[in-house]
């Protein structure tokens, strides 16, 4: 089944990035000119965030086999990083001699105000996820932090009995509050920061931002509800 608690194979911690890692300065790239002042600094590049995903997708492939998937994407946040997933496992299916099914469907996971998890978590949307029944199931995510939603959710798909169930995040934050649970695949670990961009939001902005970055405390006010 999904997750572990026990040690993860070395695609699913990722590329590492470090606490005392500075990040690169904001004047080395560009980015939307209404954000000016809001941000800290990039975390991780536009370019590096797509790279990552192609290999992850490699590593999907060669992990679950070609087998038919159903990618289920945890919205808002992880919009852009399944669209990118998806896009890159449809490429390898294409260059294969077996071709790969996937369907996609959406949820949304309710678990933030601000820039603080509110410790619970409500599924909006999707089909009925009784329809997953005896189906090979991708979970795409954005962030796992202490791993508290991603574990109830998957308890929740796993009453129906998929095939299987894997889970997909594309960051993971080193956090004092995690449970243990590590996804199987992850494209960066990071350090216990709020970050925005790359459809990672505050209060549903910075979703325009290519990149991801560190917001600072005037971009939190600015935007806080």
């Known amino acids: 089944m999904a997750g572990s608690s026990e040690e993860a194979p070395d695609y699913g911690r990722g590329v590492v990035i470090t606490d005392d890692w ?3 300065d904001l004047n080395l790239f ?3 000119q209404h954000y000016y002042g809001d941000l800290d600094h990039v975390l991780i590049p536009h370019g590096i965030i797509v790279d990552r995903i192609e290999r992850l997708a490699k590593d999907i492939m060669k992990d679950i086999g070609y087998c038919d998937i159903m990618v289920l994407c945890v919205l808002k946040g ?5 669209a990118d997933l998806v896009e890159h496992l449809k490429n390898i299916s294409r260059n294969s001699d077996r071709f790969v099914s996937m369907k996609v469907d959406f949820i949304r996971l309710k678990s933030y105000r601000n820039d603080q998890s509110m410790g619970e978590m409500r599924i ?3 089909d ?4 997953l029944a005896g189906k090979n199931v991708l979970i795409v995510e954005d962030v ?3 791993g508290r939603t991603m574990k109830a959710l998957l308890s929740s798909i ?3 009995k998929p095939n299987m169930i894997k889970v997909a995040s594309l960051l993971v934050k080193r956090t004092s509050r995690s449970d243990g649970f590590r996804p199987d695949y992850a494209g960066f670990e990071i350090p216990n ?10 209060n549903e902005y910075f979703r325009d931002l290519n990149h991801i970055c560190g917001i600072n405390e005037h971009g939190k006010e600015k935007y806080r509800v």
Not at 128 to 131: F, K, P, Q, V
Not at 193 to 202: H, I, K, N, P
């Open 78 to 82: 992880g919009y852009k990083f399944c």
């Open 22 to 24: 500075p990040g690169y």
């Open 128 to 131: 009925a996820l009784s329809t």
């Open 193 to 202: 920061l709020f970050v925005v961009g790359y459809a990672l939001d505050y």
């Open 144 to 146: 796992v932090g202490s």
């Open 30 to 32: 560009t980015y939307p």
């Open 158 to 160: 796993e009453k129906y």
């Open 124 to 126: 909006i949307g999707g």
